[in-house]
């Protein structure tokens, strides 16, 4: 079974408005680490926002935000007053702690379009 | 402070050459990941090494890719021969430790295509 699912290949958004990108994991590990990345068209990989499982409060970072469900394992990014320059892949990713040695496993991205 | 660097970023070879990446993780991070996306598809994660030893080579696709990290400073990712679905962007990402709270830093990639 898949560890993330991003089931989202693409999303549009108006500028100004905020859009939700979906994230699910599953893991048997009691200590996790959520990470979302940004690519944009220039390839680089961006981070933005990182969420602990054992987090009470759910993560901000300026505009970005983690709507973390733990009972559902969800970890949905929200980000508020779109730009234009917010257009890019995004990525859900997720760290173990116990297993995998720390390497992070990735979702298939969801591409974002912001609209002016 | 310098971030993960990452050379050459683009390389354009024909299949049966051999090409090398060159990863320099941040100054003092011990842990250096190696991950690819071909094809569109998923990050996958190739292999991870703590200082000069490989921790987990699970990921490497198979023995046309060889990977070292000469005194637990830079990292080389060697494809040899490449072969036409060896195409993609490798990325490199380094952290300071294995927690799953530690951040990984990743470097800006190089896309490898294969003709």
């Known amino acids: 079974a898949q560890k993330i699912t991003q089931t989202q290949p693409g999303m549009f958004v108006q500028e100004k408005e905020a859009v939700t990108l979906d994230c699910t994991y599953d893991?048997?590990?009691?200590?996790?680490?959520l990470f979302w990345y940004k690519q944009p068209s220039s390839g680089e990989m961006i981070f933005l926002i990182y969420?602990?499982?054992?987090?009470?409060q759910n993560a901000t970072e300026g505009r970005y935000s983690l709507n973390f469900q733990k009972a559902r394992k969800s970890a949905n990014l929200v980000i508020s007053a779109s730009q234009l320059g917010d257009s890019a892949m995004y990525f859900c990713?997720?760290?173990?702690?116990?297993?995998?040695?720390?390497?992070?496993?990735f979702g298939d991205g969801t591409t974002l379009t912001v609209k002016p | 402070e310098a971030g993960v660097t990452q050379f050459p970023s683009h390389s354009v070879i024909e299949k049966g050459q051999t090409v090398t990446l060159r990863c320099d993780p941040i100054?003092?991070?011990?842990?250096l990941y190696w991950y690819r996306r071909v094809m569109g598809k998923e990050i996958k994660f190739l292999l991870h090494?703590?200082?000069?030893?490989?921790?987990?080579e699970s990921g490497m696709p198979n023995n046309r890719f060889l990977a070292e990290r000469t005194g637990g400073t830079y990292s080389t990712l060697k494809v040899q021969p490449a072969e036409l679905e060896d195409s993609g962007v490798y990325f490199c990402?380094?952290?300071?430790?294995?927690?799953?709270?530690?951040?990984?830093?990743f470097g800006p990639g190089t896309r490898l295509t294969v003709l």
């Open positions: 990713a997720m760290r173990e702690r116990l297993s995998n040695a720390g390497k992070s496993t």
């Open positions: 090494f703590v200082k000069e030893s490989k921790q987990d």
């Open positions: 969420q602990g499982s054992y987090d009470q």
């Open positions: 100054s003092g991070h011990d842990n």
């Open positions: 990402a380094s952290s300071p430790g294995l927690a799953g709270e530690a951040e990984q830093f």
């Open positions: 893991t048997s590990d009691p200590s996790y680490g």
